[in-house]
């Protein structure tokens, strides 16, 4: 299938029955997923000196289906596959990020040969459940992200003082980084301090509680060899990335500036020491110019691909 991006910003390709072969598959043959993966060719593997890019979907697995005013722009999923198989389709895209129902689309339609694979492991804490900081691990276990040659499993922690329930995602969270790392595989954390306001969770992005929030965070599990921080930009990077020597990786959210803003914001973190990369979604596979392709480039363009000397190089 050829994608080519149109200005409309709704589908790369209006047939309806485009993806009726994975209803098919998934009917008559659901074996073939797990075939897939055992075939899938493997990432050549993280270096020091080059930035991963990797595109994040797994916000519909949480009722997260809004970007900017539209409230179901992720609804459709034939549109979402097509936006990211736009996006991996370009060779400076690392990986992708997704709940194990777009994994396992992603796996079918071959779009993840030579790629990282993260999976998204905690989903239960939907966006407006009354219980929403009790976010249960309801996707991806370890054992799963080990059976599909994933490279490793992200899980999202709010953390709120003033919410018995945040102790359980804690302890949930600890006891998946240890299942992780036991098999060597990497544990994405993305942690918030987070409260709630007439009903709705929101996110604290002071340059204080996201610093707060990667002292908690790193601290969870009782290893974090192979814990890395999944972080927004905020105020005072520097300060940010003081706070950690964890690898880390800048989500992108859903923006509220211009798209001209949020890149330079991204350039500016991207130049500070212990930021691998970026891991984002929404603000690329939805721009508001509708160009997933362009927007991707651009994100593309501002990682470091740069090889250390030897004075700069980790010892073994």
Not at 95 to 117: E, N, T
Request: aromatic letters at 4%.
């Amino acid at each position: 299938m050829t994608l080519t991006p149109l200005a409309s910003n709704n589908a790369v390709d209006d047939d309806p029955r485009r993806y009726a072969h994975l209803s098919t598959i998934r009917l008559e043959d659901p074996d073939a997923i797990a075939r897939a993966a055992k075939a899938r060719r493997r990432h050549p593997g993280l270096k020091y000196g080059k930035q991963n890019f990797i595109v994040a979907a797994d916000h519909p697995a949480r009722g997260a289906l809004a970007v900017g005013s539209d409230p179901v722009a992720m609804a459709d999923r034939r549109q979402l596959l097509d936006r990211l198989q736009i996006a991996l389709a370009n060779p400076a895209v690392d990986g992708v990020l997704a709940s194990p129902d777009i994994m396992d689309d992603l796996l079918l339609l071959g779009a993840l040969d030579g790629k990282l694979v993260f999976g998204s492991m905690n989903r239960g804490g939907l966006a407006g459940l009354v219980n929403e900081f009790d976010d249960r691990f309801t996707g991806h276990t370890a054992a799963a992200l080990e059976a599909l040659g994933a490279d490793g499993g992200k899980m999202l922690t709010r953390i709120c003082l003033g919410d018995p329930d945040t102790v359980v995602t804690l302890e949930a969270t600890a006891r998946a980084i240890d299942s992780l790392a036991e098999r060597k595989l990497i544990a994405m954390v993305e942690p918030f301090l987070s409260v709630r306001e007439n009903g709705r969770v929101r996110n604290d992005l002071s340059t204080d509680a996201v610093i707060k929030s990667i002292a908690i965070a790193e601290g969870l599990g009782s290893t974090s060899a192979y814990t890395w921080m999944k972080l927004p930009v905020v105020a005072n990077m520097e300060r940010v990335m003081a706070a950690t020597t964890m690898p880390t990786v800048l989500l992108g959210g859903d923006p509220d500036s211009s798209q001209d803003e949020v890149f330079a914001s991204w350039q500016a973190a991207l130049a500070l020491p212990g930021v691998q990369g970026l891991t984002v979604g929404r603000t690329l596979l939805y721009p508001a110019d509708g160009d997933v392709a362009g927007a991707v480039a651009t994100a593309a363009s501002l990682l470091n691909h740069t090889t250390p000397n030897r004075t700069e190089e980790v010892s073994e």
